[in-house]
């Protein structure tokens, strides 16, 4: 690459938050549902709809323009939507949530993220909140928080779980542990998409999620087929179990840490017992351009949920899953084109046996 190429890379870089923010303002300003509504309004006319200055919006939209979301008619001064018109309600919906965490949870934490790595901790969540520990401490105690990440998350687990649970195979009548299940969604799914007489799914987490999970699965109706144990996966995992789920969870944490969980879940099942793990990955050749979990996923992990993290490519998940005492007999990544085009991580199931 030579060096005019190599700085136009840097101006892209350099443009990337002004973009976005200004495309997520003309949304959260009503804009683009104005222009839907109603083709063909002025600046002035758009400035009042959303109790602006013309003058701020006409600069907003130069973007747009720019980009091809928005037409502007130079003969009348108006504006109409453009590529935006082809987006059904749906689809911005899924992105606007997208956009929407990244402004809340990711943005602002981002200015941080150099004092993130050197100290390993998230400084953007303390300087900012004043909240001590990682995003998911902070989740609890900020609404903004909450509502922005909790969008995103009904969203993606709408996409993943279906393709989840159509590559692993759960015995009938099996006894499942969902590990850091949250508030119970994982093991709400699992009975949904793989019930069978006698299969009872427990969520595994810290004791304070019990009461939602608890209503959550009475809200669903299978209370008499879900339970919760409250516990802390670095002291033991509970035993009993035949079938371990690991969903969104070990790219939390940096390599020691992830021994330590798949180490502990070892320890907790018999030999040829299962676990299935759900993890975001990076493409075994980084230039991969249709993989955009690379270009998000570290700093996030790092400068907003937990000071520590972040994926992996699949080859490295597997070695490190066989490392700890398994045999990975399944490994399959998404396919990027057939995700929706605005998805951001490319997710990947493996599945490993017990070794006696």
Not at 161 to 183: H, K, M
Request: aromatic share 10%; with cysteine; hydrophobic share 40%.
């Amino acid at each position: 690459m030579t060096s005019d190429a190599t700085l136009a890379r840097f101006r892209e870089y350099m443009v990337g938050p002004s973009r976005f923010m200004t495309l997520l303002s003309c949304f959260e300003l009503g804009l683009i549902d104005r222009l839907r509504d109603t083709p063909g309004l002025t600046a002035v006319e758009l400035g009042e709809a959303a109790g602006a200055k013309p003058d701020a919006v006409e600069q907003l939209l130069f973007l747009l323009v720019k980009e091809g979301f928005v037409a502007y008619d130079e003969d009348l001064a108006t504006y109409r939507l453009d590529a935006l018109e082809s987006l059904s309600e749906n689809d911005i919906r899924l992105v606007l949530a997208d956009m929407d965490m990244i402004k809340m949870v990711t943005l602002r934490q981002l200015f941080y993220l150099t004092e993130s790595v050197r100290t390993g901790t998230t400084v953007g969540l303390r300087e900012i909140y004043g909240s001590q520990g990682d995003l998911y401490n902070a989740l609890a105690e900020h609404d903004e928080l909450r509502a922005s990440w909790a969008r995103l998350m009904n969203t993606a687990t709408a996409h993943i779980d279906p393709w989840f649970f159509s590559q692993v195979d759960i015995p009938e009548g099996a006894q499942v542990l969902d590990l850091a299940g949250n508030t119970g969604l994982g093991a709400i799914h699992t009975y949904q998409h793989q019930a069978s007489p006698g299969l009872k799914v427990t969520t595994f987490d810290l004791p304070a999620k019990e009461a939602e999970c608890l209503e959550n699965f009475r809200a669903h109706g299978v209370e008499e087929h879900c339970s919760f144990i409250g516990g802390d996966v670095f002291k033991e995992v509970p035993k009993g179990f035949d079938t371990v789920l690991i969903k969104h969870f070990l790219p939390m944490f940096d390599k020691s840490d992830v021994y330590r969980i798949l180490e502990g879940v070892h320890q907790s099942l018999e030999a040829g017992g299962t676990i299935n793990v759900l993890v975001p990955v990076f493409p075994e050749n980084l230039k991969d351009s249709d993989n955009y979990t690379v270009d998000f996923y570290p700093s996030f992990f790092i400068g907003c949920a937990m000071g520590q993290g972040g994926p992996q490519k699949l080859s490295t998940w597997q070695r490190w899953i066989e490392e700890c005492g398994f045999k990975v007999t399944k490994a399959i990544a998404e396919d990027p084109a057939t995700m929706p085009k605005n998805a951001l991580p490319v997710e990947a199931i493996l599945c490993a046996t017990k070794i006696a």
